[in-house]
């Protein structure tokens, strides 16, 4: 039996969890990937979106097929990355589509790219964070670098979240990109509540996230809750977790988690004061998304991306200082129940920039799908 001729391909290992029932969420990049893939789906094109095996994992989810690749979990790591190169080249070689889109930078960067050119199919890289433009300064692997350098240079198109990602890719690739803002799904009016539950943190404890200024920011705002809500990743820090938990321990305005299913993450923003970014960079949060959604306003330490937060008043940003971090929470927790035009901004400025209509809309358009 011939297999089926999708017109688009998501190459997303991580995004199983997120799909089956059960398993902790994975992160923002995967979420948008699937908002994307459904999106299309939606209008009539065939998608595919290829991911590690997971248990648990459908066939379909809404109109878009999901096709599996194995994931070798082997302790010595070249054996388990030849392995990994091999599945992904089989996987990919099988999957017949016009056009393949790889997100975030990564070694898959160049192999998906270097895939899809042999097979004379239309590659796609979609960046993640500001990050992917200096990816050579996170400490990875040389080999791991020019992969990625690779697929970069393959890439048919390379689409950005950013004006600010835009400008990076010039400088550090010599390439034009297109700009296609984030998918949010609008929550229903009211949907929010009155902000009892405080201000929400999510995300792994990696150092750039910078977990730390956040329980600063309990300590320096003991009459307003916080949670923090950790997404485990080897490459975390142990000391960041001991430190995580011990001041958990210590604050009593501090609730720290672990994973939560996707609903119950959904449940516990709609309930809270503002979303906290402590991040030292950033592309367009899917947290802050989901918040502005439900009408929540950022407040983030360093990064205003593309400078929306002010621009639109969508929250505040305290430019690097913790000072000015603490004030402005203490600010919206004074005004959690009063600010409804703050709420109201939100929640606008979701629908006029970030619709799945207005996105998927973009997306057919740049790729030609239509």
Not at 2 to 24: K, Q, S
Not at 124 to 146: K, L, N
Not at 225 to 242: E, H, M, Y
Request: with cysteine.
């Amino acid at each position: 039996m011939r297999a089926p001729r999708y017109d688009i391909a998501f190459y997303a290992p991580w995004a199983g969890p997120t799909l089956a029932a059960g398993h902790r969420p994975t992160g923002g990049a995967e979420v948008q990937m699937l908002h994307l893939a459904r999106g299309l789906a939606g209008r009539g094109l065939r998608v595919a979106l290829l991911t590690y095996e997971t248990p648990g994992l459908p066939s379909q989810v809404d109109g878009v097929d999901v096709l599996t690749q194995w994931h070798p979990r082997w302790k010595f790591a070249p054996a388990r990355r030849v392995a990994t190169l091999g599945a992904t080249v089989w996987r990919l070689a099988r999957t017949d589509a016009g056009t393949i889109v790889q997100r975030s930078a990564g070694a898959m960067t160049g192999i998906v790219g270097t895939v899809a050119r042999i097979r004379r199919r239309r590659f796609v890289y979609s960046s993640a964070s500001t990050i992917d433009f200096t990816f050579e300064e996170t400490g990875q692997r040389r080999s791991a670098v020019a992969l990625y350098t690779l697929g970069v240079r393959l890439a048919h198109r390379i689409v950005v979240q950013t004006d600010e990602q835009a400008a990076l890719c010039t400088g550090r690739f010599g390439r034009r990109s297109v700009v296609i803002r984030s998918v949010a799904q609008p929550a229903a009016d009211g949907v929010a509540g009155a902000g009892a539950d405080g201000f929400l943190w999510i995300g792994r404890l990696a150092t750039y996230k910078n977990p730390q200024a956040l329980l600063d920011l309990a300590a320096a705002v003991p009459e307003a809750p916080f949670t923090i809500v950790c997404v485990p990743s080897p490459d975390d820090p142990p000391a960041t977790a001991a430190a995580v938990a011990a001041a958990g321990a210590r604050l009593d305005n501090l609730q720290v988690l672990g994973p939560q299913p996707r609903p119950a993450m959904l449940a516990r923003i709609a309930r809270a004061t503002a979303i906290v970014s402590t991040s030292d960079f950033e592309g367009m949060p899917n947290t802050l998304l989901e918040g502005w959604s439900h009408g929540l306003p950022a407040l983030t330490l360093n990064h205003d991306p593309d400078g929306v937060i002010a621009r639109h008043g969508l929250g505040h940003c305290a430019n690097g200082s913790p000072t000015a971090l603490a004030e402005h929470a203490r600010q919206l927790w004074a005004g959690r129940e009063t600010d409804h035009a703050l709420r109201d901004a939100c929640r606008a400025y979701v629908r006029r920039e970030h619709a799945p209509e207005q996105v998927v809309g973009r997306w057919i358009e740049v790729l030609g799908l239509g």
